[in-house]
């Protein structure tokens, strides 16, 4: 591990909080002329995933931010080429493997010339590919143009979600070296177009040698954390802990020390140049939001002890499937597990921290269920039951 110089500032565990919630974009006005794609580029990267239940993740990033943004403007700033009448139009985002499957701004291209390069030199690999098979899915697509995995000969064999296809085996590969890219989503499959089309031509270039991208990464992870540790920072991309300590003396990132926190942080010089302030949001978070990514992280900046348990056995659950945690005033207050019935959002499970946290969660569960499209909300439990008549009347 590097050696950490004497810290640029000492902040309060109140300050770094509040650091992290304006890096975020949560604390001050959104930028709602900058809109989705705004979003995209403060945060550098917004994670999907296949759960859907109000809405998918990526759907759930910006409405956090902004409010209630139209689902179909979400999709369309994210992957709507522009300028209009431009041939071909260039794309606004990509698809790839940052912090897990995510959507990033199409200039951060270069900067994951290292992980394309990882992969080529990989000798590991989950599935086998016949010779010609990379070949064929390449001259397919530059034949025909952008398609799907289904539409280049089938994604599956027939068998388990694994049992990919020879065709979805070679154009997942050839997304991972870079020869592809995907330039969105149609009904949930991606859409792969040949790299040499889709990337703008100053952008298409791999000549960025490894430093370069790791010490763009490490600088747009501190922006978009605030202040965070070693481990917060490495995270962000899913970096490795060396590959941050190679790089973080010449990112451009500040070493500071943070009230009860025993690891050294870094922060945006930025983040420090003025003390944030602004108004908090009232919001749910996606339990994929950037904000509460790593738990270590959650839990030293709020508190708050956050985990995803759709992946857990139901008898084990404690939350919910998909439970979303409340954001209010800056804090994380509770967190509901929500489901659709119709035109009714049902809180299938609602966790509350205090009394304090009745007016906030009816306040986000009335916004959430409107932007879906939900006319009433019920309630199913409370786990704090003295309180379940409070929220039944601050939602009515």
């Known amino acids: 591990m590097t050696t950490v110089p004497p810290p640029a500032a000492e902040l309060s565990a109140d300050e770094a909080r509040r650091i992290a919630l304006r890096a975020q974009g949560f604390l001050g006005a959104p930028d709602r002329r900058a809109g989705v794609r705004g979003v995209l580029r403060h945060l550098g990267a917004v994670q999907l995933d296949t759960i859907s239940v109000l809405a998918r993740s990526h759907e759930l990033i910006p409405y956090a931010r902004l409010g209630a943004v139209g689902r179909r403007t979400v999709e369309d700033a994210y992957w709507t080429p522009s300028p209009a009448g431009a041939s071909p139009a260039p794309p606004h985002a990509f698809e790839y493997w940052s912090h897990a499957a995510c959507i990033l701004p199409v200039e951060e291209w270069p900067h994951f010339a290292f992980r394309r390069r990882a992969y080529r030199a990989s000798p590991q690999w989950y599935h086998e590919l016949a010779d010609g098979a990379y070949d064929t899915v390449i001259k397919q697509l530059r034949t025909e143009g952008p398609l799907t995995a289904t539409e280049l000969g089938g994604a599956k064999n027939g068998g388990p979600w694994w049992d990919w296809s020879e065709a979805k085996v070679a154009v997942e590969r050839a997304l991972m070296y870079g020869d592809v890219v995907c330039t969105g989503r149609r009904s949930w499959k991606r859409v792969y177009d040949l790299a040499e089309r889709a990337v703008p031509g100053d952008l298409l270039h791999d000549d960025l040698d490894d430093t370069e991208c790791l010490r763009r990464l490490v600088r747009l992870a501190g922006r978009s954390l605030g202040v965070g540790t070693r481990a917060d920072i490495a995270d962000y991309h899913r970096l490795k802990g060396d590959q941050v300590d190679a790089v973080i003396a010449d990112s451009g990132l500040v070493p500071v020390s943070v009230e009860g926190w025993t690891k050294p942080a870094w922060a945006d010089p930025e983040a420090l140049a003025t003390p944030p302030r602004g108004r908090h ?109 409070d929220l039944v009347r601050a939602l009515s």
Do not use: N
């Open 281 to 389: 949001r009232t919001t749910l978070l996606s339990p994929f939001d950037s904000l509460i990514w790593e738990r270590a992280r959650t839990e030293r900046i709020f508190g708050f002890t956050h985990r995803l348990e759709a992946y857990v056995p139901k008898p084990k659950r404690v939350h919910g499937y998909f439970a979303m945690p409340l954001l209010s005033g800056g804090r994380l207050l509770g967190r509901v597990d929500p489901a659709r019935e119709g035109r009714t959002l049902v809180a299938k499970q609602v966790s509350l921290e205090s009394p304090k946290a009745v007016e906030p969660m009816a306040q986000a569960l009335r916004e959430a269920a409107e932007w879906v499209g939900c006319d009433s909300v019920r309630i199913e439990r409370v786990d704090r039951t003295e309180l379940t008549a």
